[in-house]
């Protein structure tokens, strides 16, 4: 049986700090004081795939990307 998990990335160079992200709060956060977002969580269930990839559409700085572990 396959277990996928989608590993989010974030390219915290390429950040702006639009917040785009913040949609998904419990994946993303923007620190207080700080310019760019981190990750609260780096894997998530791949039952989340249209989240991540509407997450990934949304960045205005293209600093979202991801991919798909098999097994994981």
Do not use: W
């Not at 917040?19 to 039952?47: N, R, Y």
Request: aromatic share 6%; glycine share 6%.
């Amino acid at each position: 049986m396959s277990d996928k998990k989608i590993e989010v990335i974030l390219d915290t160079k390429q950040c702006q700090g639009y917040g785009m992200c913040l949609m998904s709060e419990d994946i993303f956060e923007i620190p207080q004081g700080s310019q760019v977002a981190t990750l609260k969580q780096h894997l998530v269930d791949f039952s989340r795939e249209d989240e991540i990839h509407e997450l990934v559409g949304a960045c205005p700085a293209q600093a979202i990307s991801f991919r798909i572990l098999e097994n994981a």
